[in-house]
């Protein structure tokens, strides 16, 4: 695709019409090395497995087929785990109806294509998903490595990757190739595609023309940084690609769309749209893409970005490109909408905003942003609609705001937490507090990216946080939560004496199994209201549960695989699931404790192969009660070395189903975390139900 080229192209127009000079050779130098910088960076990055599916895959009414690369064959009939097919040229036969399912070995990786021709409905859809342990199900080196042509499917918990052709030696010796991760063809409608990876292809995920109302929720989308093969060609490096209508981008992380450019140096994008119309893009994080998105092709319209934090180092990073009717080339694109987003960019040739060719109100509005970059905010030819955003740079206020803001619009400092970590939260004293313009909440963006409700206090925020009193937001620049607190919603009960927390952190046993790496915390004082809830956004996906078989509804076997129990010596323990008792539905897991011990994870309930994204912060809540008045621990860690604690909360367990909620926040993506209930502080019985992390 000739666009992501002309990127550039553009950001050097705009440059010259705003009166900059042409690169310096230490500028084009330090482009040159750029490439080494991400070549080991993408190293360092890590993929793999991904435990996440709201809707477990016994859930579904109609058959399951499985393939298993090395324990399948495809003379098997295929509907068990021991009758596996092997191949995926054998599941492209099969004949999926509404309500089946495709299951995927993990572990596994086929050479090639899945045909994802099958549809369901709205009710019964199609899912093709894991099963097993380990890392996720990976298909790879096909010329898209799922092909959709059908409507009403799931993709779940996949991984599609490339191997590359080869290298273009003149260009910085960048990866090439030109396959596709996922591509939805015309007529694919109503499909999903979540809790999946896509990484090393030219394109992430293509909705083509014609596939419209697709929903592309919480993937991790990593170094797709692969061009064409084609020297001439300066396309690839974008991570999602939308020419399709009202399909939905959101929740997910992208990272590293970003190649070496024949013509611009760099360019690759998270997001291009190139002919689609109102499509939505919210809360996803976008880390170290050229461009986070471009907008192209005469037509593109209604097209909303909102509470989006992105953050990128590269020298000449983009965070938004649109153009008018005077680009007949690759405009006009109308009616683009941008609230709420927070953006850091810290290159030294970066450059936030271009619209040119004819900018206009009819072109783009742009509101409630935090926009921060250490070059160049932007450059539009003419005035668009703009209002209620901060601008702002290391230095202090920029002078490369070149083009009209309202009165409501400032150049001041944002007051954030950590931009070069991007910990986004506002300060307490940020001028972005409540300085916001309702527009976003009018057209339906209601939830932050922590998921408060919007707005709270006397008005809405700039930027993608919005501020909360009494936030579980860490008080300092730290990663993890300063003070996890864990609040029983309902009933209330007595405030207690707070316990004080160990003098000294509890050592930990040099087996091989995670231990706490952070003394218990102390109960935090439980408060008179639990947090809000998260609502519901009118034309967006409110965040998914992660979580496998939360509320133990899933038997005959599923349930265990997915909620392992781990018990240590001295501790003793049992587990049932029980319908005697249950917070949700029929069951609750029920975890007796008959031997205790201090080291509380020496009785562990757990589930692991969790994707957990870097800078988001997550909710996790539960129900439980047990015999007597006792306490639980609820931790998120890191399942395999080094066993990262994100939070680890203790919880007043009373003898009624009471709800707990806490706040999780991870700085770097984990791509095998767990959740863990701790219980063997003391004996007797404990049930938990409706887990949920989101
Ligand atoms: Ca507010
Ligand atoms: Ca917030
Ligand atoms: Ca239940």
Redesign the pocket.
Known sequence: MALVGQAGVMKDEAQTAAGATCLSAVQRRARRTWGVVRATLMLSLLMGALGSLGVSPAAAAGTSYYVDCSGGNDSNLGVQPTQAWQSLGRANTATLLPGDSLLLKRGCTWTGSLTLKWSGTATAPILVSAYGSGPLPAIKNGHEQVAVTGSYAIIDSLAVLADSFGYDSGCNNAPTGYLTGVRFFAGATYDILRNSTATSLEYGTTVETGANHIKILNNVFQNNNVKDPNPASDAGGVAIVLSGDDNEVGFNAISGSDICSEQNGRDGAAIEIYGGHRNTMHHNIAVNNDNFTELGKAGSSDNTYAYNTVRASGATANFLVTRGAGDTTHGPTYRTKIYNNTVYLSGAQSYAIQCTGGCSPDILTFKNNIVWAEDRIGYADAAFDESNNIYWSSTGAPTTVWFPISTSSRKIDPQLMNVATGDF?LRSNSPAIDTGTMESVNAGYTT???N?PVPQGAGVDIGA????TS?L?PATPTPAPATPTLVPATPTPAPATPTPAPATPTPAPATPTPAPATPTPAPATPVTKAPPSPTAVPGTTPPMNLIHNPSFETGGGWWADWWPFRLQSVAAANLTRDNTTAEDGAYSIKITVTQNTSQKWYAQLQQPNLVLQGSRTYTLTFWAKAATARGAEACVQGAATPYTVYSCVEAPLTTNWQKFTTSVYLSATDSNAAVEFNLAEATGPVWLDNVSLS
């Open positions: 939260h932050d990216i922590d408060n946080d919005e501020f909360v936030s937001v």
